[in-house]
């Protein structure tokens, strides 16, 4: 049998954990997935102040609820995404009469500040919306269930974190996106 990741599953959440430490992706990959999961949080459950050591983005499937980071304070609701940078403190709360179900990615590599960027997070406006959270929700899914060691489940994992990715570039897009030139790709990679 095959030894799974972290894995914690409950009646409020579902999270894959600790991949960073199972990968056999490196630091020199464009971009790497660290945890992800799903949560239907109570009536005005909150998380933080905290800071991350990595991206994080939550997408949130339906309900509602605040986020406080540095850019200032949302309100946000199904549809819409959060982003966290490394080193941020940040706290997000469930609304009281209707909490939110959110995903979550957490992630790091060379390229992530590139996709993020594309996405269309800003640094004084760090909320995106994501009009197909539905797909979203149906793919995180299936990397939940990806959840053993085995080389597949993990390629798997990442197959779904570049889908979701791909999805919310594609969704925010402005059209203006800079060609890179192929040289330019070796000097940001060192």
């Known amino acids: 049998m095959d030894k799974c990741v972290g894995y914690t599953k409950?009646?409020?959440?579902?999270?894959?954990?600790?991949?960073?430490?199972?990968?056999?992706?490196?630091?020199?990959e464009s971009v790497v997935l660290d945890y992800c999961g799903i949560?239907?949080?109570?009536?005005?459950?909150?998380?933080?102040?905290?800071t991350r050591k990595n991206y994080v983005i939550h997408i949130i499937l339906s309900?509602?609820?605040?986020?406080r980071s540095k850019a200032g304070n949302f309100t946000l609701k199904a549809g819409q995404a959060f982003l966290i940078k490394p080193?941020?403190?940040t706290l997000y709360q469930a609304d009281l009469s209707k909490p939110w179900q959110y995903?979550?990615?957490?992630?790091?590599?060379?390229?992530?500040?590139?996709?993020?960027s594309a996405m269309g997070f800003e640094d004084q406006y760090p909320v995106i919306a994501v009009p197909d959270h539905a797909k979203i929700n149906e793919i995180m899914n299936q990397?939940?269930?990806?959840?053993s060691?085995?080389?597949?489940d993990e390629l798997f994992r990442m197959s779904g974190l570049l889908s979701i990715l791909g999805i919310m570039i594609k969704a925010n897009a402005t059209g203006h996106q800079p060609?890179?030139?192929?040289?330019?790709?070796?000097?940001k990679f060192a």
């Not at 060691?149 to 597949?152: G, Q």
């Not at 192929?182 to 000097?187: A, C, P």
């Open 149 to 152: 060691l085995c080389s597949s």
């Open 63 to 67: 309900g509602q609820g605040i986020y």
């Open 10 to 28: 409950n009646q409020a959440y579902i999270c894959l954990e600790d991949l960073e430490h199972s990968n056999t992706f490196n630091s020199f």
């Open 87 to 89: 080193h941020e403190e």
């Open 103 to 116: 995903c979550w990615l957490g992630f790091h590599g060379y390229r992530s500040e590139e996709f993020l």
């Open 143 to 147: 990397m939940l269930d990806a959840s």
């Open 39 to 50: 949560e239907q949080c109570a009536s005005g459950h909150s998380f933080g102040p905290y």
């Open 179 to 187: 060609v890179e030139k192929k040289n330019s790709l070796y000097v």
